[in-house]
């Protein structure tokens, strides 16, 4: 028997809440271990905590990918009932080649996810009486928009000023792992706040193409690949993806109200 989407996203949630834990406690810990000075290793107690942290931290880890898994599994056998099998179509072959090229430097991290928040914000329950979209109006938009870029914010705010309050007379000065543990922290919630973000950008691409100048549509599918690209130039990305949700959140009607279709079903191709 096939999961319904509500269930799906349950344990898509879990699993990105648990790489929450994972990425504060493997990362921290592990510098902590490795900038000691003198102690023996793993042997002493400072250093069987770290290696009890990071191995939680481990856990946490596999845990979020066994949970993200079962949930990209059961949308995949949700999507096999729709009458429409596009959707089925971009989650089996865009979460297998997420999967596929995960090692090369987190490319398929981007794919499977991008391609899982796209179904999980627009996607049709396959095990609905009548399947339709769940496309969300352009003011859940606007609410995800503002609070994803206003969580990475102050992750980013977070993670970059620990490192200035360790210095000499300050107050985490000689404080290692505590420091390590807020700035992973700090970069965790921003990773948070960007996965929003994506969520908005990707409900925003499902509303634009509900109205009938597909303008808006277009630039913001442009936009948003041209911001994945340039995202490892020192963020450049986000700024272009910040500037086009800003304008869409401005200047562009709710697909929802516009006379669009409502019971239309969102599709990944060209138009």
Not at 158 to 163: G, H, I, K, S, T
Not at 174 to 194: E, R
Not at 200 to 226: C, M, Q, S, Y
Request: net charge positive; with cysteine.
């Amino acid at each position: 028997m096939s999961m319904a989407k509500r269930k799906i996203s349950q344990w898509w949630f879990a699993g990105l809440a648990a790489m929450f834990p994972a990425g504060v406690l493997i990362p921290s810990s592990a510098l902590a271990l490795a900038a000691r000075q003198g102690g023996d290793g793993v042997r002493d107690g400072y250093g069987r905590a770290m290696l009890a942290l990071i191995v939680l931290g481990g856990l946490c880890a596999l845990g979020s990918v066994v949970a993200l898994l079962v949930a990209w599994c059961a949308a995949v056998l949700n999507a096999r009932l729709l009458p429409d099998r596009r959707w089925y179509s971009a989650l089996l072959w865009g979460g297998t080649a997420g999967i596929l090229t995960t090692p090369l430097l987190g490319l398929g991290v981007l794919l499977f996810g991008s391609v899982m928040t796209a179904y999980l914000v627009a996607g049709p329950d396959g095990v609905a009486a009548q399947p339709s979209a769940t496309i969300p109006t352009k003011r859940v938009i606007t609410r995800w928009s503002g609070g994803g870029w206003a969580l990475a914010g102050i992750g980013l705010f977070v993670a970059l000023l620990v490192p200035i309050l360790t210095g000499r007379g300050l107050p985490l000065h000689g404080v290692l792992w505590p420091s390590l543990a807020t700035t992973s922290a700090g970069y965790s919630v921003a990773v948070a706040g960007a996965i929003i973000v994506g969520a908005a950008w990707w409900a925003a691409i499902f509303n634009a193409h509900l109205l009938e100048d597909k303008t808006w549509f277009r630039r913001l599918r442009w936009t948003g690949v041209a911001a994945a690209l340039t995202m490892p130039l020192l963020g450049f990305g986000a700024l272009i993806l910040l500037v086009s949700l800003s304008a869409y959140v401005r200047r562009v009607p709710d697909g929802l109200t516009a006379g669009a279709l409502q019971t239309r079903v969102p599709t990944l191709t060209r138009t």
